[in-house]
Nanobody, 121 residues
Framework: QVQLVESGGGLVQAGGSLRLSCAAS????????MGWYRQAPGKERELVAT???????NYADSVKGRFTISRDNGRDTVYLQMNSLKPEDTAVYYC???????????????WGQGTLVTVSS
């Protein structure tokens, strides 16, 4: 089993920065893609950024140039550095990890509990 623990959310003024962290724990699994999604009130959950096992990144157009996703494979942790935050970035941010169990090579998609990011004007 894989568990994800998110941290780093909070309240920040527009133009400020936050860094989100998501640490995966467990045994007998490997991690492929890691990413961040967000869901604002009244809106559907949307992709923010992903990073592959090889380090390739993908960003939503709305955050490109402001957010940076990175990962530390040794710690099974993915980060989201958020700069130049806007009120539109206010949402619950969810960590997402694609895992493969070692024994069966079964694909599992795991979600974090979510962390609230609030950007004030």
């Amino acid at each position: 089993q894989v568990q994800l623990v998110e941290s780093g959310g909070g309240l920040v003024q527009a133009g400020g920065s936050l860094r989100l962290s998501c640490a995966a724990s467990g045994r007998a699994f490997s991690i492929n893609e890691m990413g961040w999604y967000r869901q604002a009130p009244g809106k559907e959950r949307e992709l923010v950024a992903t990073v592959s096992s090889g380090g390739s990144t993908n960003y939503a157009d709305s955050v490109k140039g402001r957010f940076t996703i990175s990962r530390d494979n040794g710690r099974d942790t993915v980060y989201l550095q958020m700069n130049s935050l806007k009120p539109e970035d206010t949402a619950v941010y969810y960590c997402n990890v694609h895992t493969i169990t070692i024994a069966t090579l079964r694909y599992l998609e795991v979600w974090g509990q979510g962390t609230l990011v609030t950007v004030s004007s």
